[in-house]
């Protein structure tokens, strides 16, 4: 089972609301990731976590903050958004370091 | 830092015939490549990867070919299916000690049927 999950599919929101995005998979793997993918570009690497600890922020505005609960889980929650973040927020998993990244379908995010 | 481009935006290929995708990529010291395929309004599909130690690798109906002289890859899909229609990245791994993937900007590839 190669399957990363994400909720919710869609997301509307206004500049002064907080909510977060979930990840999850259940394939024992060790390193989770957030992307960030604008429309007709390829996905940006916002951050990495690997057992459970945040490894690499890629200079992401605080406004973005990441969160691991369990290696299963990975959170970003979402406050004082601007309308040019809107775009699919990805998460993928890797088993370690050294492995192949499995992508989640994405949360298309709109902020309005 | 890595720069992984592709030199064709846009592809069309009739059914049945075979695809070439083609990526650049400017770090010689990349040791891992991997090609995804993304359709619309999904997440990246792996599809196959490959080692600097290796010239090419063959998957389902796909070959990946690794040329290190000219910093180039390719992937290959034969007998080209309307399923196959999608955006296809090619992607290296970091430098950084850490798995984080650098992207192409994407070819898309429209199959006609």
């Known amino acids: 089972d190669t399957e990363v999950t994400q909720t919710p599919k869609h997301l509307v929101m206004g500049m002064t609301n907080k909510k977060s995005l979930k990840c999850e998979q259940h394939?024992?793997?060790?390193?989770m990731y957030w992307y960030k993918q604008k429309a007709k570009k390829p996905p940006e690497l916002m951050f990495v976590?690997?057992?459970?600890?945040?490894?690499i922020n890629e200079s992401v505005p605080s406004r973005f903050s990441p969160e691991c609960p369990n290696s299963s889980l990975l959170n970003l929650h979402l406050h004082a958004l601007q309308p040019e973040d809107s775009a699919l927020y990805l998460c993928?998993?890797?088993?370690?370091?050294?492995?192949?990244?499995?992508f989640g379908p994405g949360t298309r995010l709109t902020v309005l | 830092g890595e720069s992984v481009g592709l030199h064709l935006p846009t592809l069309s290929v009739q059914e049945g015939d075979n695809s070439i995708i083609n990526c650049a990529y400017s770090?010689?010291?990349?040791?891992?490549f991997i090609w995804y395929k993304q359709e619309s309004g999904k997440g990246p599909q792996f599809i196959i990867d490959?080692?600097?130690?290796?010239d090419k690798r063959q998957g389902q109906r796909v070959t990946v070919l690794l040329n290190k002289t000219v910093k180039h890859l390719s992937l290959q899909i034969a007998a080209t299916q309307p399923g196959d229609s999608a955006v296809y990245f090619c992607?290296?791994?970091?430098?950084?000690?850490?798995?984080?993937?650098?992207f192409g900007t994407g070819t898309r590839l429209t199959v006609i049927p």
């Open positions: 993928a998993s890797s088993q370690a370091y050294t492995d192949t990244q499995y």
């Open positions: 394939m024992g793997h060790r390193a």
């Open positions: 976590y690997s057992y459970e600890k945040l490894s």
């Open positions: 770090n010689s010291a990349s040791d891992y």
């Open positions: 490959i080692r600097s130690n290796m």
């Open positions: 992607a290296e791994k970091g430098q950084t000690g850490a798995n984080n993937l650098f």
